[in-house]
């Protein structure tokens, strides 16, 4: 069974930094691109970042320069370093991956077929 479980989502002030981490079970994890995404309320789901099985990156503009994306093999596990955290980074943030491995997802939700429940992150002015 697919499974994805994020955590480290909190309140944070302006400028301040939080590390997400998403656990994913073996299956899904080694030739997957791995990606974040958030929402806001009242918002639609936007791509954050994402990182392929070679471990290159892709970011979305609004957070390139202030958020790192990683993954370690050994945990099966996905990092989003945030850093520099503005009150508009305030989202649900979610981890996903796509339908199968080798895929080149691509950063429209639509390419991801696995998510996880997500972690809220709030920043405060």
């Known amino acids: 069974q697919v499974q994805l479980v994020e955590s480290g989502g909190g309140l944070v002030q302006a400028g301040g930094s939080l590390r997400l981490s998403c656990a994913a079970s073996?299956?899904?994890?080694?030739?997957?691109?791995m990606a974040w995404f958030r929402q806001a309320p009242g918002k639609e789901r936007e791509f954050v970042a994402a990182v392929d099985w070679k471990a290159l990156s892709t970011y979305s503009a609004d957070v390139k320069g202030r958020f790192a994306i990683s993954r370690d093999s050994a945990k099966n596990t996905v990092y989003l370093q945030m850093n520099s955290l503005k009150p508009e980074d305030t989202a649900r943030y979610y981890c996903?991956?796509?339908?199968?491995?080798?895929?080149?997802?691509?950063?429209?939700?639509?390419?991801?077929?696995?998510w996880g429940q997500g972690t809220q992150v709030t920043v405060s002015s």
């Open positions: 073996g299956s899904i994890f080694r030739y997957h691109t």
């Open positions: 996903a991956a796509p339908g199968s491995g080798f895929d080149s997802p691509g950063t429209s939700s639509y390419g991801y077929q696995h």
